[in-house]
């Protein structure tokens, strides 16, 4: 098997001369080790969903798809976190009514996620939780081989940041192949 640097090695032997090992050197952390590059074995996949992932791109499903073995776990979770302080400043009635209403909305989304992994003939299990969003992708999603998560989980983006900061907390902590749609 050919190893990638070798690779790089001869085809830009000629063009950075002498200072070609210290630029690899320099910008070693850049590159894809061979682990790196060998396409991973997805035996299940965890799909979070939340309040903030109603478009889902169709490359996603074809993703998905790609994996027709695969366990797919579709997860609508609500922040716990939302409901404490519902519950610690309006009380327990509004904190029944929120529950309701994402659970309404988790039905939605759910629903037309449905739809499209039943034109695709995908089996899954589905559910719909209450808890701390990026605690329990840490513990969870260890379980999976792959993750799939919209930039918006957890909140909206900003202008500054192209990616929530619980999917950001998620990419650094979850070693697991990850898809950002």
């Not at 089996?123 to 513990?139: L, M, Q």
Request: hydrophobic fraction near 40%.
């Amino acid at each position: 098997m050919v190893k990638f640097a070798d690779l790089i090695t001869r085809k830009f032997q000629n063009i950075a001369g002498n200072r070609y090992e210290e630029i690899l050197k320099a910008y070693e952390e850049f590159f894809l080790t061979e682990e790196e590059m060998a396409i991973p074995d997805i035996a299940s996949i965890l799909m979070l969903l939340d309040r903030y992932a109603s478009n889902i791109p169709d490359e996603v499903y074809e993703t998905i798809s790609s994996y027709p073995d695969a366990k797919l776990q579709l997860v609508y979770l609500v922040d716990e976190s939302v409901c404490r302080l519902i519950r610690e400043t309006l009380g327990e009635n509004d904190v029944k009514k929120f529950k309701d209403r994402e659970e309404g909305r988790a039905n939605e989304i759910l629903s037309k996620v449905r739809e499209r992994l039943k034109e695709l003939d995908i089996a899954w299990t589905e559910d719909v939780i209450f808890g701390d969003k990026s605690e329990y992708v840490e513990d969870t999603g260890q379980k999976y081989d792959m993750l799939i998560v919209s930039k918006h989980y957890g909140s909206e983006t900003a202008k500054t940041h192209t990616v929530s900061p619980v999917v950001f907390r998620i990419v650094q902590h979850v070693g697991k192949p990850i898809v950002l749609y």
